[in-house]
């Protein structure tokens, strides 16, 4: 059964980078036709799609955030990997990483980052 | 973006009660429609996929249909733990995916 685990700083100051990692244990990052995914919630709102990507490096990013998005994969660490640049208090949010099937039974438990001085 | 729309944002229901949310799509999404369960502190859980497929371990209570843009998730009898926000999410079309608001189930 695959497994997912955010991990990242949980405060991020204005200006500065948001940077996150997630694990994938119980099977291959490589394995399956699936992509890869970043989706975020700030706190008692809705969902938002961030990106995905491909384990060949393929990425397709939300428009409203695509010029600070950068997500990227490590297969031999069977991880993939979030930076969301110059952050304001509107990224203050829980990040949750998923298995992209296009819909999403994967995910992890989610990790809150702050963005705050 | 597709717009996805819920109805109702949040409503009260008791034990063993019918209930029925709604879900929009700005445009058709064939039934390219995904419905998840989330409770506080946790991530969604997957309900259906398809439009009207159960995901493996999901109780049968739990049902969907629709195609287009009008979409319903069902619980046919709700049990304690169905007491939580539900969403629904396209994937018709990309980028990017897009979710409903959510809808929140209370206990009346």
């Known amino acids: 059964q695959v497994q997912l685990q955010e991990s990242g700083p949980g405060l991020v100051k204005p200006s500065q980078t948001l940077s996150l990692t997630c694990t994938v244990s119980g099977g291959s990052i490589s394995s399956g036709s699936y992509y890869w995914s970043w989706i975020r919630q700030p706190a008692g709102k809705g969902l938002e799609w961030i990106g995905r990507?491909?384990?060949?490096?393929?990425?397709n990013y939300n428009p409203s955030l695509k010029s600070r998005v950068t997500i990227s994969v490590d297969t031999s660490k069977n991880q993939f990997s979030l930076k969301l640049s110059s952050v304001t208090a509107a990224d203050t949010a829980v990040y949750y990483c998923?298995?992209?099937?296009?819909?999403?039974?994967?995910w992890g438990q989610g990790t809150l980052v702050t963005v705050s001085s | 973006a597709i717009r996805m729309t819920q109805s109702p944002s949040s409503f009260s229901a008791s034990t063993g009660d019918r209930v029925t949310i709604t879900c929009r799509a700005s445009?058709?999404?064939?039934?390219?429609l995904a419905w998840y369960q989330q409770k506080p502190g946790k991530a969604p859980k997957l309900l259906i996929y398809?439009?009207?497929t159960l995901q493996s371990g999901v109780p049968s209570r739990f049902s969907g249909s629709g195609s287009g843009t009008d979409f319903t998730l069902t619980i046919s009898c709700l049990q304690s733990e169905d007491f939580a926000t539900y969403y629904c999410q396209q994937y018709y079309s990309y980028p990017p995916y897009t979710f409903g608001q959510g809808t929140k189930l209370e206990i009346k």
């Open positions: 445009q058709g999404i064939s039934s390219y």
């Open positions: 398809a439009a009207s």
């Open positions: 990507i491909y384990t060949s490096g393929s990425t």
């Open positions: 998923a298995r992209d099937e296009n819909y999403y039974a994967h």
